[in-house]
């Protein structure tokens, strides 16, 4: 217990010697305290005055298949939706691509001689973000895949 008393005593004297830098580590810990206890709190008041749910029957678990557990699924987990969301988000780029692929190839062939890339690359970015087909259309005037949408 001794030892203790020492380290608190030594620590004090340590503290007091730089009393900025001691007001600075005060604060900051009084911050990493006190901001996790009141988001906590606040959470709790708003979570308990959430109306109940009006048919929790609906409410849908979602399971990934796992040999490794006793019942051959498990619950799906945050890691698992994140990279759920990659591989998704992977596949929208390709398919993008063959998109600008295929009016790049349509603009070509409408242009001719007269074709420019840089021209074919101004217009799409002009175009701004609306979905390719939309681009194809203003571009082109080819409306099949406009017609599609409707």
Do not use: N
């Not at 993008?96 to 970015?125: C, N, P, Y």
């Not at 203003?138 to 017609?147: F, Y």
């Amino acid at each position: 217990m001794r030892s203790v008393w020492s380290d608190v005593r030594r620590s004090a004297r340590s503290l007091s010697t730089t009393p900025g830098q001691s007001a600075a580590a005060l604060l900051a810990l009084s911050l990493g305290i006190a901001a996790p206890v009141t988001l906590y709190t606040a959470f709790r008041v708003v979570a308990d005055d959430l109306p109940p749910i009006p048919h929790p029957e609906r409410i849908a678990r979602l399971y990934v298949a796992d040999a490794t557990t006793p019942v051959g699924r498990r619950a799906l987990r945050a890691t698992d939706l994140i990279r759920l969301v990659d591989q998704l988000q992977g596949t929208s780029y390709v398919i993008g691509k063959i998109h600008i692929e295929k009016l790049l190839a349509d603009r070509a062939r409408q242009l001719g001689g007269g074709f420019s890339l840089r021209a074919f690359m101004d217009g799409v970015f002009a175009a701004g973000m609306i979905p390719v087909s939309m681009i194809r259309w203003e571009m082109t005037g080819l409306d099949d895949e406009v017609v599609r949408l409707r």
